[in-house]
């Protein structure tokens, strides 16, 4: 793809409190705020939140921002928001931008599982989960069927298709529909099933998964809206992990700022006026969708800062 200076196509605008890069989509807006400022609308995966802790107990530099709304609601870095509350650091870079953007597409995460005995995963849905199970025609029916209804999720197991339906007294909103999927999903790990999260959109558009081993299961979470995020954030609830996948038009990478900045108890106005001349200092390229950065595949535009 081709690679072009920011200065050139893109209008960057900066202050004593932030700085923006304007794209032709959406304002991206850094800067640094009070981690206690932040929201999460889904828990982590402890494993993972583990991992950032190491990092960034031994690193010198926070290589990339949080992204959030204008709200402070996290969309992307709960697990590096937990790990700075553990460590009790003081302040976060953020990327802010318009979450009701129709440019911000909400996605998500279904579970692919391996090695589950198909009685067992059965039995269980149905008499000890009191799911109503309902067999369907085919993958395209189930598509359907899931994009019509929002709170019962679906499944594959083998060549076969299913919607659940669950009591409106287990299941009165979004955020228990994904707990009692969470619950479904832990149980077959907890008897040797091996878990994959996966894109949604590759579940009906990929030719893998259109027939399935006996002993594969694919669990399809509920399709929720923007405003059922926004809602459960509001009404302080949070959803199970890897509930939401979101994909925004433009990201910014490797800011690079000093983690020492963030421990420090330096009023807002001053650390921000000092992130914005740390990122003026700095040059930017664009690359086009579609890049590999350490091992990471991005399908968004990216602003890359580099010294």
Same mark, same amino acid.
Request: a positive charge; glycine letters at 4%.
């Given at each position: 793809?081709?690679?072009?200076?920011?200065?050139?196509?893109?209008?960057?605008?900066?202050?004593?409190?932030?700085?923006?890069?304007?794209?032709?989509?959406?304002?991206?807006?850094?800067?640094?705020?009070?981690?206690?400022?932040?929201?999460?609308?889904?828990?982590?995966?402890?494993?993972?939140?583990?991992?950032?802790?190491?990092?960034?107990?031994?690193?010198?530099?926070?290589?990339?921002?949080?992204?959030?709304?204008?709200?402070?609601?996290?969309?992307?870095?709960?697990?590096?928001?937990?790990?700075?509350?553990?460590?009790?650091?003081? =302040?976060?870079?953020?990327? $802010? /931008?318009?979450? +009701?953007?129709?440019?911000?597409?909400? !996605?998500?995460?279904?579970?692919?599982? &391996?090695?589950?005995?198909?009685?067992?995963?059965?039995?269980?849905?149905?008499?000890?989960?009191?799911?109503?199970?309902?067999?369907?025609?085919?993958?395209?029916?189930?598509?359907?069927?899931?994009?019509?209804?929002?709170?019962?999720?679906?499944?594959?197991?083998?060549?076969?298709?299913?919607?659940?339906?669950?009591?409106?007294?287990?299941?009165?909103?979004?955020?228990?529909? =994904?707990?009692?999927?969470? $619950? /479904?999903?832990? +149980?077959?790990?907890?008897?040797?099933? !091996?878990?994959?999260?996966?894109?949604? &959109?590759?579940?009906?558009?990929?030719?893998?998964?259109?027939?399935?081993?006996?002993?594969?299961?694919?669990?399809?979470?509920?399709?929720?809206?923007?405003?059922?995020?926004?809602?459960?954030?509001?009404?302080?609830?949070?959803?199970?992990?890897?509930?939401?996948?979101?994909?925004?038009?433009?990201?910014?990478?490797?800011?690079?700022?000093?983690?020492?900045?963030?421990?420090?108890?330096?009023?807002?106005?001053?650390?921000?006026?000092?992130?914005?001349?740390?990122?003026?200092?700095?040059?930017?390229?664009?690359?086009?969708?579609?890049?590999?950065?350490?091992?990471?595949?991005?399908?968004?535009?990216?602003?890359?800062?580099?010294?």
């Amino acid at each position: 793809m081709p690679v072009n200076v920011v200065r050139s196509t893109h209008v960057w605008n900066c202050n004593r409190r932030m700085f923006s890069i304007d794209t032709e989509q959406m304002r991206l807006q850094l800067e640094v705020v009070p981690v206690r400022w932040l929201s999460k609308h889904e828990e982590i995966i402890h494993g993972k939140a583990d991992q950032f802790m190491l990092e960034f107990r031994s690193c010198t530099n926070l290589k990339n921002p949080i992204i959030v709304d204008n709200d402070h609601m996290v969309l992307d870095g709960h697990h590096r928001l937990f790990a700075f509350k553990r460590l009790q650091f003081n =302040y976060i870079p953020v990327c $802010k /931008l318009d979450y +009701h953007n129709e440019c911000v597409q909400l !996605r998500y995460w279904f579970r692919h599982l &391996q090695n589950v005995n198909r009685g067992d995963f059965l039995n269980h849905l149905n008499e000890e989960m009191r799911g109503k199970i309902h067999e369907l025609e085919s993958r395209e029916e189930l598509k359907q069927e899931i994009e019509k209804h929002r709170f019962p999720f679906g499944i594959q197991y083998g060549d076969r298709f299913a919607l659940v339906n669950f009591p409106e007294t287990l299941v009165p909103d979004a955020v228990s529909a =994904y707990r009692i999927s969470e $619950k /479904l999903q832990n +149980h077959l790990v907890e008897r040797g099933a !091996r878990l994959r999260y996966v894109p949604c &959109q590759s579940v009906f558009e990929s030719e893998s998964y259109k027939g399935l081993k006996n002993d594969e299961v694919i669990i399809c979470t509920p399709l929720i809206s923007k405003e059922m995020v926004t809602e459960a954030v509001r009404m302080k609830k949070v959803f199970a992990p890897k509930t939401t996948r979101h994909l925004i038009p433009a990201r910014p990478l490797n800011l690079n700022v000093p983690i020492s900045w963030l421990k420090e108890r330096t009023p807002l106005k001053d650390i921000n006026k000092r992130f914005v001349e740390f990122l003026r200092k700095k040059k930017i390229k664009r690359f086009g969708p579609g890049q590999i950065i350490n091992g990471r595949y991005y399908e968004e535009e990216l602003f890359l800062f580099f010294d």
